[in-house]
């Protein structure tokens, strides 16, 4: 089944810590983004990367950093730099900056 | 700046209905726009992608609608069913740009 895979589906985070969030994909999609998603807010734009070995701040970077190394994964870490981590964080893909994009399951992140 | 709004916020129907979701979105050259379905805590569905040069795009019961010059666009779901209820988002896409997404419509269906 082809599809995106993002793991684990709830992580708790102590003050302090920096945690990696997963995401796996094996549709061989090129483009790969990482949203984070806030009760009544719409999603917001984290980081994404077109191609591998390169990716882009999105409009709230700020805390977060990613890895692209290999073309079906791109992991974010949640660093003791971003204040307020506690939200659900959505991977998805596409095959090309403007086409069709495709979500993973999520992961929901709380501070504890 | 690209800015999206959905209204209404929330809709309660009941079964059966014919209904219609609305996304404005305030820059008209988009290079596309794709709507999608969130259930509670889950991923999102992709349910139609439109293109800027199309005026329509149809997926069983759902048809979606794009009118460029007025910043608009309706997603239209036929005999709505109780397996529609969910949280429906639009996302705009302009030249080199990525998506910008509204904050979304949900929506519940009463058997």
């Known amino acids: 089944d082809g599809g995106i895979t993002q793991s684990p589906k709830y992580l708790f985070r102590k003050e302090g810590q920096n945690v990696t969030l997963s995401c796996e994909q094996n549709l061989n999609h090129d483009a790969m983004y990482w949203y984070r998603q806030d009760p009544g807010q719409g999603l917001r734009l984290i980081y994404y990367?077109?191609?591998?070995?390169?990716?882009q701040k999105g409009d709230i970077a700020e805390g977060y950093s990613v890895s692209r190394e290999k073309k079906e994964s791109f992991p974010l870490t949640v660093t003791s730099a971003q204040k307020n981590p506690t939200a659900f964080y959505l991977c998805?893909?596409?095959?090309?900056?403007?086409?069709?994009?495709?979500f993973g399951q999520g992961t929901r992140l709380t501070v504890v | 700046k690209q800015e999206v709004t959905q209204i209404p916020a929330a809709l309660s129907v009941p079964e059966g209905e014919n209904l219609v979701l609305n996304c404005s979105f305030t820059d008209s050259a988009i290079y596309n726009l794709q709507w999608f379905r969130q259930d509670p805590g889950k991923g999102l569905t992709s349910l139609l992608l439109i293109q800027s040069s199309q005026r329509e795009q149809t997926s069983g019961r759902l048809n979606a609608s794009l009118d460029k010059s007025s910043g608009r666009s309706t997603l239209y779901i036929a005999a709505s069913q109780p397996g529609d209820s969910a949280t429906y988002l639009c996302?705009?896409?302009?030249?080199?740009?990525?998506?910008?997404f509204g904050p979304g419509t949900r929506l519940s269906v009463l058997p």
């Open positions: 996302a705009v896409r302009n030249y080199g740009q990525n998506f910008v």
């Open positions: 990367s077109q191609i591998v070995n390169d990716f």
């Open positions: 998805a893909s596409s095959i090309g900056g403007a086409a069709e994009a495709f």
